[in-house]
């Protein structure tokens, strides 16, 4: 696989990655998960939205990861410590055990090789905390039933040939994989398409087919 | 150029390096000598530097900017020499991106430069006369000893910001490197922690075009009265052209011709891009001594900052308190992006504070010096950002 030839994603489509219409909550719902005054890493930050959040509210030393340029540059204007980088290839320069959390915010699924990203995080912060938007959700699910085409929804409004999102997964397979490298799942909540979270009392397969973002606290298995 | 006019200005550049104009000199004695890496005490030894703003009540605004090659101390007033606007001017003074009204801004001349800062056109109190080679060779971390000496002088403890492109960068990283406490906050741009094979041998050139010019004299032409300009100017025009990208030097000079529609079929300055690369060498002799060019060169090949931690450059920031905005350009081949993406990984790996921008823009290494709005936007949000975590005021 050659890196080199990947297109660069510009802001608009970080944007359109990361920013649904209840991309607020998802955020929200990541720095809940935060403990204050932790060391946090922000892999695929955008333009620094979440990095803000968590500086202001949780005083966490945050530091951040963009593939774009213009996200970079807007980080910094704001006094965020973003650096320019590539979640495939840069995370192995970041030492063992750097930081409390590193996050992945509507990113995972834009990655080349999620798995070897997932470790990585784990192997660099002492939690990982992962949201994407789940595959499996009802709607997409009847989409490509009744069309039989790639499903393109409101947050995910991109063709296939277009999109970055090149490793979509639904909540089950994310919670395979994690079982699979042997990750602890510390919480998970599912959002709905108003970006509520789904009761917590619901079988798995209630969260993968009715959630349509999904965000987990990762930790190692000790 | 007459010959009359280069003795002159030959003249006023000895004056120059003696008692410089609008400068302030701080003066180091016997008791105070600069150790330099070569092992020699460098003494008596002055600086020359200028300063902008005031420096508030916890002397905790003070940022210092540190010159590249042939720079100086005017970074934002008009040059005593050529009459010119400081060399930083879009960056440094009141409501700029490094604000004179906030911060107290320092700069002084490099030692071994040649306004004002001991050099190898100083006299040497030993003979009386000009050192020229005698003068030792010295390196970035000696320029930053000498630095360190006069914010020691001015009482300053804790530098709020250090800054600087090029070769101003790699000093900005020595200053991280050699003194991490006293750095809150540091600005390397457009640079790299080592020459590579390419920068030396560039360098080189420049060094034996003076050294092959007849009247630098091994060095004693300010003894002997004559002036090596051709030399420098040559070695001015080699190295500007690695200051400028392909795209930029062809967007301002393309292949026209410069006073004339055709080709004179001789070797005169036909083509604009050499009548401008003319100028550029011999309005740089005006105001630059040639040995100090080959002092403020070697120093430049020296550097080498992982070199002293066993080739490991994250070691050289260990626990580094500093936060650091890095910055480079994606059209300046001399100091390209991949020599600041190595800083930013050391620096990652040492758990340091950094950030790290690159700016798209065609005009080359010199791009630094020159009107970028967003390299303007990024400083100005770091030294915000910074500026809170230092309880500075920052104005909403």
């Avoid at chain 2, 330099?36 to 003494?43: E, K, V």
């Avoid at chain 2, 650091?324 to 390209?336: A, G, N, Q, Y």
């Amino acid at each position: 696989m050659n890196m080199q030839t990947r297109p660069q994603r510009d802001l608009a489509t970080a944007h359109a990655v990361r920013n649904g219409s209840s991309a607020r909550v998802d955020l929200l719902v990541v720095a809940q998960m935060v403990k204050p005054n932790a060391k946090v890493l922000d892999v695929g930050c955008g333009d620094g939205e979440l990095l803000k959040i968590l500086t202001e509210t949780k005083n966490v030393d945050g530091r951040g990861i963009e593939i774009s340029r213009e996200g970079v540059n807007l980080c910094v204007a704001k006094g965020l410590a973003v650096i320019q980088g590539d979640a495939d290839t840069d995370l192995v320069d970041y030492p063992d055990d750097a930081f409390d959390y590193v996050i992945l915010s509507q990113t995972l699924q834009a990655t080349w090789r999620p798995r070897v990203v997932l470790e990585h995080m784990l192997r660099i912060g002492e939690r990982a905390i992962v949201s994407f938007p789940n595959f499996g959700h009802w709607k997409i699910r009847l989409k490509l039933l009744f069309q039989g085409r790639m499903p393109r929804t409101a947050h995910l409004p991109d063709t296939w040939y277009d999109t970055q999102n090149i490793h979509f997964c639904t909540i089950r397979d994310f919670r395979d994989l994690c079982n699979e490298i042997g990750v602890k799942m510390e919480a998970a909540v599912a959002l709905n398409h108003w970006g509520g979270k789904l009761r917590i009392n619901v079988p798995w397969w209630f969260w993968n087919l009715f959630g349509e973002q999904a965000v987990f606290l990762l930790s190692r298995k000790k | 150029m007459a010959e009359a006019d280069l003795k002159s200005i030959q003249k006023a550049r000895a004056k120059e390096a003696e008692s410089p104009r609008e400068s302030l000199v701080v003066r180091f004695g016997a008791e105070h000598p600069l150790k330099l890496d070569s092992g020699i005490a460098l003494s008596p030894f002055q600086i020359a530097y200028k300063t902008y703003g005031q420096l508030n009540a916890h002397r905790s605004n003070a940022v210092l900017i540190c010159h590249a090659l042939t720079g100086d101390q005017h970074v934002a007033s008009v040059h005593p020499v050529t009459g010119k606007n400081g060399w930083w001017e879009t960056m440094v003074g009141p409501g700029k991106p490094i604000d004179t009204e906030r911060y107290f801004v320092i700069c002084s001349n490099v030692v071994a430069g040649c306004m004002g800062s001991s050099g190898p056109s100083s006299t040497d109190p030993a003979t009386g006369k000009p050192y020229g080679l005698e003068f030792p060779v010295i390196t970035i971390r000696d320029m930053v000893r000498a630095q360190a000496m006069l914010i020691d002088h001015l009482g300053i403890d804790t530098l709020f910001a250090v800054a600087g492109g090029s070769m101003g960068g790699m000093q900005v990283l020595q200053w991280a490197q050699s003194f991490p406490e006293r750095v809150f906050s540091a600005l390397p741009i457009a640079c790299a922690t080592r020459h590579s094979a390419q920068n030396i041998a560039f360098h080189e050139v420049g060094r034996q075009a003076v050294m092959a010019d007849p009247e630098w004299r091994h060095g004693r032409y300010l003894v002997e009265g004559t002036n090596p300009h051709r030399g420098l100017a040559v070695a001015r025009m080699g190295a500007h052209i690695t200051y400028m990208s392909d795209a930029a030097l062809h967007r301002k000079f393309g292949r026209r011709f410069q006073d004339r529609s055709n080709p004179t079929f001789s070797f005169d300055a036909d083509f604009e891009v050499e009548s401008y690369l003319r100028y550029q060498g011999s309005s740089f002799v005006e105001r630059f001594d040639a040995n100090s060019y080959l002092y403020l060169t070697r120093a430049m090949d020296y550097f080498d900052l992982a070199a002293e931690h066993d080739g490991v450059l994250a070691n050289a920031f260990r626990n580094s308190p500093t936060r650091f905005c890095v910055v480079s350009f994606t059209s300046d081949w001399l100091f390209p992006t991949s020599e600041s993406r190595a800083i930013v990984h050391a620096l990652n790996a040492a758990g340091a504070r950094v950030s790290f921008a690159e700016i798209v823009t065609d005009k080359g290494h010199d791009a630094f010096l020159l009107d970028e709005p967003e390299l303007f936007a990024i400083i100005r949000g770091f030294l915000d950002g910074a500026a809170r975590a230092r309880g500075l005021v920052v104005p909403s």
